[in-house]
């Protein structure tokens, strides 16, 4: 995927949690420079930290920068990241 923004965008978070247990994983992709560095927020409840899985694997471009991204985030090992497939996320369901 790429996640690409206007020059001059208003920097955006890679997510923040609208329930206490979201899960969003960004897997390959290409990330502008409109990406913060700390990529995750809570959504002003430190709760979420616990709960909300957020996960990356193998961004790439000036946003992405997995030494500056919120602790409680994951960047997935190889084996971790082929968990997440099509076929799992949508258990055969064809949009």
């Known amino acids: 995927?790429?996640?690409?923004?206007?020059?001059?965008?208003?920097?955006?978070y890679l997510g923040?949690?609208?329930r206490a247990h979201a899960r969003t994983v960004y897997l390959y992709c290409e990330l502008g420079a409109h990406i913060l560095p700390k990529g995750w927020d809570n959504?002003?409840?430190a709760g979420n930290e616990k709960t909300a899985f957020y996960a990356e694997y193998q961004s790439t471009g000036p946003g992405a920068a997995p030494d500056q991204r919120v602790a409680w985030s994951h960047q997935l090992t190889k084996k971790e990241a082929k968990r997440y497939t099509?076929?799992?996320i949508f258990r055969g369901w064809q949009p």
Do not use: I, M, Y
């Not at 995927?1 to 955006?12: F, H, I, N, P, W």
């Open 1 to 12: 995927c790429r996640l690409t923004a206007s020059d001059g965008a208003q920097k955006v």
């Open 16 to 18: 923040r949690p609208w």
């Open 43 to 45: 959504w002003s409840s």
């Open 86 to 88: 099509l076929e799992r």
